[in-house]
């Protein structure tokens, strides 16, 4: 079965650096996402990505992020200078259709010290 | 704005029996989508349910129902013949046309057996 799957699992990074995180999303869907998960809180939508732009954000993503699609199967979200707070799970997703069920990645793990 | 909100933030079931997770949202949209994830202990986000709101039927999934109430906004999940790797934290969330994924803060459901 087909799946989205996403590298490093755990990225340890210093503050101020950058960290790029990255994504495979499943071959056929056109749908991209990318959400936050801060340890032992509720999952947050930062940003949703068709046809090479960004369709929608949240108020998280602000311009110390960016996300890119660098290639045919690469989906990236790029941390441009980190901080401690922005320590926590990032998933990557993708769907089909809009609308239709978002199939999740394993997870980042990203730990700014 | 879009909220989800569930107001169990634990919850536990006796192996075999059944446990219903609440979830309430707001929205002023008509055509949307709600889903339920489980995300065990190794943090992978798992589709469990989905429902559109265009169609009156609830959806189901094996032990897996909802009850959808439309106009009561409220879309719980019902977990029947509860099993040991049922325990999770299960997330209801939303999207629309209009808006990316928006999820609730989460039940912790513990089984015991």
């Known amino acids: 079965e087909p799946e989205v799957t996403q590298t490093p699992s755990h990225q340890v990074t210093q503050m101020g650096q950058e960290v790029i995180l990255r994504c495979v999303p499943i071959?056929?869907?056109?749908?991209f996402y990318w959400y936050r998960q801060i340890l032992g809180q509720k999952v947050e939508f930062l940003v949703s990505?068709?046809?090479?732009?960004?369709?929608?954000k949240s108020e998280i993503f602000d311009d110390q992020f960016s996300v890119e699609r660098p290639d045919g199967s690469n989906f990236t979200l790029k941390i441009r200078s980190t901080k401690l707070e922005d320590s926590a799970m990032y998933f990557c997703?993708?769907?089909?259709?809009?609308?239709?069920?978002?199939?999740f990645g394993p997870g980042t793990r990203l730990t700014v010290t | 704005a879009q909220t989800v909100t569930q107001s169990q933030p634990e919850m536990s079931v006796q192996e075999a029996e059944t446990v219903t997770l609440s979830c309430t949202y707001d929205t002023s949209e008509s055509d949307y989508y709600l889903f339920w994830y489980k995300q065990p202990p190794s943090r992978q986000m798992i589709l469990v349910i989905r429902?559109?709101?265009?169609?009156?039927q609830n959806a189901t999934e094996n032990r897996f129902s909802v009850n959808f109430q439309k106009a009561a906004k409220s879309f719980s999940l019902k977990i029947s013949d509860s099993q040991l790797g049922d325990a999770a934290m299960y997330f209801c969330a939303y999207r629309s046309a209009t808006h990316d994924m928006r999820f609730g803060a989460g039940t912790r459901l513990t089984v015991k057996p």
């Open positions: 429902q559109e709101a265009y169609k009156q």
């Open positions: 997703a993708s769907s089909e259709v809009r609308g239709f069920e978002q199939y």
């Open positions: 071959s056929n869907h056109l749908y």
């Open positions: 990505f068709y046809n090479n732009e960004i369709s929608e």
